[in-house]
């Protein structure tokens, strides 16, 4: 099993520009999040979801846009690139919600 | 909302015993969790407390109560390769997969 995949790995955008980071699990679990986590930091949570169609905001959710079609998929979407938004980027599911979340290899994402 | 405490380092030796401490203050609680996060890598799931009480996982055993707000990860005889940054989590009242996280510890073993 591949568990959670992320895509790209490491990316580099200009400020103002737009683009997904994916996520992909193939464990049929509900719930998914995404997380941020910047130099010396803790996880942020930025969206999270209990299954397909069904979105929330989390501590950190502004400039970051969501959609959950299926079960499996979780993509992050940026909407105008900022440097504040250089970080390394986590994307989580679980089976359960409340613990075991398996996380993916996590996207660095650079803003310049 | 909900805002966790952690130690931000810890320092210990090789074979010893090491406990790191998590206090949270939430508006609702369903359970604690402990991550560990090695240079570079993900965060990896390793205990969960939902009920007061001792959980124990090997060489790790994860602590909980509720009424004192309070948790902690302990770590026996510890070994180079749990040099690594340990987390605690929590889970709100209603099961909404809404996990926060803490800032998180620095565990440095040395020989």
């Known amino acids: 099993n591949a568990g959670v995949t992320q895509t790209p790995k490491f990316q580099v955008l200009k400020t103002g520009q737009s683009m997904t980071l994916q996520c992909a699990q193939d464990?049929?679990?509900?719930?998914m999040s995404w997380y941020r986590q910047d130099p010396g930091m803790g996880l942020r949570l930025i969206h999270y979801?209990?299954?397909?169609?069904?979105?929330d905001q989390g501590e950190v959710p502004n400039g970051y846009n969501v959609s959950r079609s299926t079960t499996e998929d979780f993509p992050l979407r940026l909407l105008s690139a900022a440097p504040s938004q250089t970080s390394v980027y986590f994307c989580?599911?679980?089976?359960?919600?409340?613990?075991?979340?398996?996380f993916g290899s996590g996207t660095r994402l650079t803003v310049v | 909302g909900q805002s966790l405490e952690q130690p931000s380092e810890v320092t210990a030796v090789e074979g010893a015993i090491v406990q790191i401490n998590c206090t949270y203050q939430?508006?609702?609680?369903?359970?604690l969790s402990w991550y560990q996060q090695h240079d570079g890598g993900a965060p990896t799931f390793l205990s969960y407390?939902?009920?007061?009480g001792l959980e124990e996982t090997g060489r790790f055993s994860s602590f909980l109560s509720r009424s004192d707000s309070y948790g902690y990860l302990l770590l026996q005889e510890l070994q180079m390769k749990d040099s690594a940054s340990y987390f605690c989590?929590?889970?709100?009242?209603?099961?909404?997969?809404?996990?926060?996280f803490g800032q998180g510890t620095t565990l440095q073993v040395k020989p």
């Open positions: 989590a929590v889970s709100g009242s209603s099961n909404t997969g809404k996990l926060i």
């Open positions: 939430t508006s609702g609680f369903y359970g």
């Open positions: 464990m049929n679990h509900e719930y």
């Open positions: 989580a599911s679980s089976g359960d919600g409340r613990y075991g979340y398996t």
């Open positions: 407390n939902g009920l007061d």
């Open positions: 979801s209990v299954g397909a169609g069904i979105t």
